[in-house]
């Protein structure tokens, strides 16, 4: 395999396994650093928090999300590139250097990952109809230490290899949000859905050249097998703003628990053989967020997964923390650019460091579309004899295209009614009319000032 970095992009082309680990599904979220949980965001709140399809800022209409990530931990790739490189290389073919490859492709920890995801919701007030597609898929170094002498690699008979597992998991399903009558800034929501999965576990063997990338693919599709299921989601969304009147910064908490009934998928014969057990679980996740607007046009948002979520990769654990702002430019309900940065790291392993996140949109009437992208500033190498390339650690993107109504702000006074609006005509305003004064009162008036100007006619000499 000559360029096994490539593994990466059939990784995402495969269209594998559900997000043990959570995925960023959709560019808004992925600009802010991957927080979404507490910031309504129309119908893909089915995703993030069921609970905001019942909050007011919450649009209606329909929107197509997308996220994809893939990380690369270890040294997996340079090693498995030095190992093809020496068995095509005579001057490269010493013990050391074949040790050396295969210390760094066997290395603890080491492996490819990758998942991604789409959305389809459509939003009619409180409620959402969504069609999600995940994918997360794999690849794992398994060294093969008995064939090790440099003419053994020479002759390809060394059978290292990645083992490549995922699936790939669609949901169906209805989403639902309110305010509580009781408990007025508190939403709760959730979802019901139909999943179905079709899980894959296939091996690509470093040295076999015949092998291609569309061999591994007929040979994923193959073995897999497909299977149903169903998946409960609950969220809980706290606008403190509504609770309490006047409260500085309008504050947002929130709770998302994902596949709370810990779904479960047959698994290929393959992956049983290989002590992988028969069924493929999609754990239960738990992730905070919270959220504050110091102005209508500046929203801050931060995201904590709760629980220490698994991946594909042995060894390696998911547990992202973002955090992120976003500046609206004009913000005019009929023209809007929004301008995104944000932090993001997985607290489980650090090997990837800090993610950069950007992103921006254009929101022209109702239609509505965003881009973002995140970075890991730390590299990893394709290989270290001959030619190499290094990439970042760990990346992602995300793109959303929506066309979205209504989910304006509610500002009148929290627990009152608000002021009726002045009619256009009241004909209480009208002034009456002056009443006729009765005659007798006139004449009585005229003789008093006639006895008064006479009283003061005596008077003079």
């Known amino acids: 395999m000559k360029q096994l970095s490539a593994l990466v992009a059939v990784l995402l082309a495969v269209s594998p396994a559900h997000a043990v680990e959570w995925t960023v599904l959709g560019a808004r979220a992925q600009g802010m650093g991957g927080a979404g949980v507490a910031v309504p965001q129309g119908p893909a709140d089915n995703y993030w928090n069921p609970a905001n399809l019942g909050h007011a800022e919450s649009k209606s209409g329909f929107s197509l999300p997308v996220g994809a990530h893939f990380g690369i931990t270890g040294t997996v790739l340079e090693g498995a590139n030095d190992l093809d490189e020496i068995a095509n290389n005579a001057a490269l073919q010493t013990q050391a250097n074949v040790d050396a490859a295969l210390a760094k492709l ?15 919701n459509l939003k009619i007030k409180k409620l959402a109809v969504f069609l999600n597609g995940f994918a997360l898929m794999g690849a794992l170094p398994q060294v093969d230490l008995a064939a090790t002498l440099p003419a053994q690699i020479a002759a390809k008979t060394n059978n290292s290899k990645l083992v490549v597992k995922g699936a790939n998991v669609s949901e169906l399903g209805v989403g639902y949000g309110h305010e509580l009558p009781f408990a007025e800034g508190l939403f709760l929501g959730g979802n019901l859905k139909l999943m179905q999965a079709k899980v894959g576990y296939a091996d690509a063997f470093i040295l076999r050249e015949e092998q291609e990338f569309g061999d591994l693919l007929d040979k994923m599709k193959s073995g897999a097998r497909t299977s149903s299921s169903f998946g409960v989601d609950l969220g809980a969304l706290w606008d403190l703003e509504r609770t309490f009147d006047g409260i500085p910064l309008r504050p947002r908490v929130g709770l998302t628990g994902r596949n709370l009934n810990n779904p479960k998928f047959k698994q290929p014969a393959a992956a049983t053989a290989a002590g992988r057990g028969d069924r493929f679980t999609v754990n239960p996740q738990a992730r905070f967020g919270a959220a504050i607007s110091p102005f209508n046009w500046w929203n801050v948002a931060t995201d904590l997964d709760m629980t220490k979520n698994l ?11 973002g955090l992120g702002s976003e500046f609206n430019v004009f913000n005019r309900s009929w023209i809007n650019v929004p301008l995104r940065v944000g932090l993001q790291r997985n607290l489980a392993d650090g090997r990837s460091g800090t993610m950069l996140t950007f992103g921006a949109g254009l929101n022209l ?21 001959g030619k190499t390339e290094e990439f970042p650690r760990e990346a992602a993107v995300g793109l959303h295209v929506g066309l979205l109504f ?38 009585e008036a005229m003789e008093k000032a006639q006895r008064e100007l006479d009283a003061e006619a005596a008077k003079k000499p």
């Open 106 to 120: 066997g290395a603890s920890g080491n492996g490819v990952r990758a998942d991604a995801g789409v959305g389809l």
């Open 365 to 385: 009437a109702h239609f509505h579309v965003d881009a973002s992208v995140a970075l890991s500033p730390k590299k990893v190498r394709t290989q270290s004899t």
């Open 311 to 321: 991946t594909t990769v042995d060894g390696v654990a998911s547990r992202q923390w």
């Open 406 to 443: 209504g989910g304006e702000r509610d500002d009148a006074p929290r627990g009152r009614p608000s002021a009726e609006p002045a009619p256009l005509f009241d004909p209480k305003a009208i002034p009456e009319p002056p009443q006729p004064v009765p005659t007798e009162r006139v004449k």
